[in-house]
């Protein structure tokens, strides 16, 4: 089946660093990515949608200017949280459409764990 | 086996048992639905879906159940292992390429044997 890598797996970054994340889909090429935060014990909530070339669409309640997204090429987009503060701690996961006419072509990456100290 | 007529958070069943895992979604425009499975520090494991030209859909140890006019889903599990100890979500959206998933609450289901 399609794979969906991210990395790094877990980050641990200081207050007011920013960190990458990399969501790479590996055997497919995926013209929408998309990016979800889950906070302990609760549901994924989705963050941005990403197509390939284009600006990213946000959702509601999500600072676009915090949480930069990259999707440069059709194999990989970045999640890029800028000035990271305690509060974004959470677990990032990220998924990728490969295309096809319908939903059920998306798979989801393993997940990025992010610790602000 | 143990069944669940609302959401609840948490299912505890024995090894063996049927579990029933249900959802509710929100969405009358869906028309795609998964069901996922994700242990602890892991991303979401597809398990099963279902359109909603149908109302039932069956795989290896699982079926899901539509139920369109009261917008429910189940996810029924058979013979229930330790193995399927995680959370389980319901996630919806209109079957379109390049349209994002939204996921319902999780229920925890415990297997003890």
């Known amino acids: 089946g399609a794979v969906v890598s991210q990395h790094p797996s877990r980050v641990i970054c200081k207050s007011g660093t920013s960190v990458k994340i990399e969501c790479r889909s590996l055997?497919?090429?995926?013209?929408?990515m998309f990016w979800y935060r889950q906070f302990p014990k609760q549901s994924l909530m989705l963050m941005a949608t990403?197509?390939?070339?284009?600006?990213?669409?946000?959702e509601q309640g999500v600072e676009k200017d915090k949480f930069l997204i990259n999707h440069a090429s059709l194999t990989l987009s970045t999640l890029t949280v800028t000035s990271a503060h305690p509060e974004d701690s959470s677990f990032y996961i990220c998924?990728?459409?490969?295309?096809?006419?319908?939903?059920?072509?998306?798979?989801f990456g393993p997940g990025t764990r992010l610790t602000v100290l | 086996g143990e069944s669940v007529g609302l959401h609840l958070p948490t299912l505890s069943v024995q090894e063996g048992d049927n579990s029933i895992i249900n959802c509710a979604y929100s969405n009358s425009a869906s028309d795609y639905f998964i069901w996922y499975k994700q242990e602890s520090g892991k991303g979401p494991q597809f398990i099963i879906d279902i359109r909603s030209n149908m109302d039932k859909r069956q795989g290896q140890r699982v079926t899901v159940l539509l139920n369109k006019t009261v917008k429910h889903l189940s996810l029924q599990i058979a013979a229930t292992q330790p193995g399927d100890s995680a959370v389980y979500f319901c996630?919806?959206?209109?079957?379109?390429?390049?349209?994002?998933?939204?996921f319902g609450k999780g229920t925890t289901l415990s297997v003890s044997s």
């Open positions: 055997d497919f090429q995926a013209t929408t």
């Open positions: 998924s990728a459409d490969a295309g096809g006419p319908s939903t059920d072509t998306q798979y």
């Open positions: 990403s197509n390939e070339g284009s600006k990213a669409t946000y």
């Open positions: 996630a919806e959206t209109v079957n379109q390429a390049g349209t994002a998933l939204i």
